[in-house]
């Protein structure tokens, strides 16, 4: 097929919700993809922040099929191996105490909500269910997920949207006290604002927050459906932050592609959902459990310590280059925002980029990267020729 006659077949078929660059991709290898015509493209962007061990890598593939071979699916009404197995290595790697698995980030972020609300519930009865959220947020396309994403204009068109949700200003604790009630169960916020822009918290406004959780009763939950899995330099990235979260959602890099989402839970809010209260048919999918098991073994300390480094070494190589279009670089280990400069569209930056073979995204008024986490130094070094090139 051409590229072409696939973009008419797609535009005929498939629905319209997603204005596409005019690309296709057929196949990768590492953090290098090509696609139809032969034509190579660097990736600085992991499908979004989805293919954390890159593409091909020979012990996920291995993990997959060996497992679609095996055994593809069975019901959450049995035990299966790589299930149990994946919540233990979560749980050891982030001092959780257990896990709940579905198959998106939306689905995660439901699954935090729907913990905050019974475990309030169960303590202190109706009336106590409303989630408190920040500003610039972004935590899903489902109605509740949208309604709990701090940006007006997500809330538009699907009326009427849920109740339980305010929003406070990000890293501004009046805010957040402005906000609280005596119909609050928890705070639910991202460490670094990603579709918002790629915003990093500040450790003290986060220290903050988690010390009136804990003075409320109120379950703090991270959202690290795009700065978990070793985005940030660590599997998760409150781990950096100096906070234990009551519960944490993740899904993106989780299983290196394929799909899977789910929330971790302390110990301290781990039986709150027992037995009937949540459910996903697909959730923890041998498969899907198998891909992810496969991710977490390559992604051990030395890999994240090098996330750190390579994130580093990204953003003064970007610094270095003056370009007159971008501004400062901000965000932590591979998930790094361009500022670009006020007289200049990142939409624009982005498709010259990609047309000149260079996979990036966007995020609020900037350049967004978050490039596989095992990308080589000479992957970078391509990639960051033709940013430079392509932008000068
Ligand atoms: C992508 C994203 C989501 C939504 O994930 P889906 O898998 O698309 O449902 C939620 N929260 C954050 C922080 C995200 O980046």
Redesign the pocket.
Known sequence: MTHEELKALDGQYVMGTYGRFDVDIDRGKGATLYDLAGKEYIDFSSG?GVCSVGYGDPRWVEAVSGQAAKLAHVSNLFYTQPCAQLAQVLCQRSGMAAAFFAN???EG?EGLIKLARKYSFDRYGKGRGTVLTLKNS????TITTLTATGQEVFHNYFFPFDEGFRYAQAGDMNSLQAAAGHDVCAVLL?LVQ??GGVLPMEKAYVQALAELCRERDWLLLV?E??TGVGRTGTLFAFQQYGIEPDAVSF??GIAGGLPM?GFLTHARCRDVLGPGTHASTFGGNPICASAALAVLEILDGELLDAVAEKGKYLRRRIGQMNLDCLGATRGLGLMIGVEVKERYSNKELAARLIGNGLLVLTAGRALRLLPPLTISREEIDKGLLILERTLS
């Open positions: 979004i998106s980030g939306a972020n972004f935590h899903g396309r991202e990603g579709e959202d459906v795009q899904a993106k989402g």
